[in-house]
């Protein structure tokens, strides 16, 4: 851990739909035409991360390539001192990895959680199976969920980079993080967005800024009391009818299910589970109809 002026090793999470610049399917599919473009922007966002964290005193940094198939980051231009988590499924996704070793954890291009009025590409885990967490009763984004995983580890949040409409619920639950506004959401496929290269300036400078905030000991790990209570509500009863299947799960109306965890980490793992299973299920039906 953090030990005076000496960094041993930060954790990048990266998303995608936050960056500067993206703002359609057709960035955030693979199948999208302007898919390049977003991994460019993506590897490019990485780099000016990296960069700057070693410059800053990290030795080791490990990046989770954190949307969708979790493969868009271009493995070939990271330094060597750059290990980087790809590929899925993996146990807690996009914060896969993340232990007691590390000083900070950073989250970049990160957006508000599902159903935030006005926000760019609004989801939560699953844009197809999720349409609300609540975690202990508070409603949860990805942002929320992840820093809760990290602050298991009593590792620090320091910097949060993504739009306008997930940085009031940063602000309002962790006030201590640095936020980089990449852009200002318009409507859920639309946003302003200052050149690229603007906006990587100021990711280098809330870099900065939020490693001193370490320094002083400005910043702390997000946590939540426990056992972990954790509600999903699906898309339809479906989905609801399956995650009965899971041991422990309690329905609590035609789409919502509710599972009582440990800790948080038990409580992702029960989220995976019921999004994977929701697949299967779709999965099940979409055979039949060949």
């Not at 960094?7 to 993206?22: C, N, Q, R, T, W």
């Not at 409580?267 to 999004?275: E, G, N, R, S």
Request: a neutral charge.
């Amino acid at each position: 851990m953090f030990c005076g002026e000496e960094f041993l090793k930060a954790y990048v999470s990266v998303d995608m739909e936050g960056l500067p610049g993206i703002v359609s399917p057709l960035h955030t599919s693979p199948k999208g035409f302007l898919h390049d473009e977003a991994r460019r922007i993506m590897t490019k966002t990485v780099l000016t991360t990296v960069n700057i964290l070693t410059k800053l005193g990290f030795k080791e940094i490990y990046v989770a390539d954190s949307h969708w198939y979790m493969s868009n980051i271009i493995y070939e231009e990271l330094p060597e001192n750059v290990f980087l988590i790809r590929g899925m499924p993996r146990p807690y996704s996009m914060v896969y990895a993340i232990d007691e070793s590390f000083d900070a954890a950073l989250f970049i291009g990160y957006h508000a959680r599902v159903c935030s009025r006005g926000a760019i590409l609004e989801h939560t885990f699953s844009s197809t199976y999720v349409k609300g967490i609540r975690i202990n009763g508070v409603e949860a984004s990805e942002y929320y969920l992840n820093a809760l995983v990290a602050g298991h580890y009593n590792v620090p949040v320091i910097l949060v980079a993504g739009d306008d409409k997930l940085k009031l619920e940063v602000k309002e639950r962790t006030p201590w993080v640095e936020y980089v506004e990449f852009k200002k959401s318009i409507t859920r496929y639309s946003s302003v967005n200052p050149s690229i290269n603007l906006a990587l300036k100021q990711l280098k400078e809330g870099i900065e800024k939020a490693v001193e905030n370490l320094k002083k000991g400005k910043v702390k790990p997000l946590k939540t009391k426990e056992p972990v209570e954790i509600e999903i509500t699906l898309p339809n009863s479906g989905y609801a009818d399956v995650a009965e299947y899971i041991p422990g799960t309690m329905r609590v109306n035609g789409c919502t299910v509710r599972y009582v965890a440990k800790n948080i980490i038990e409580a992702y793992k029960y989220l995976q589970a019921t999004v994977y299973i929701s697949s299967a299920l779709d999965a099940l039906h979409s055979s039949l109809l060949k």
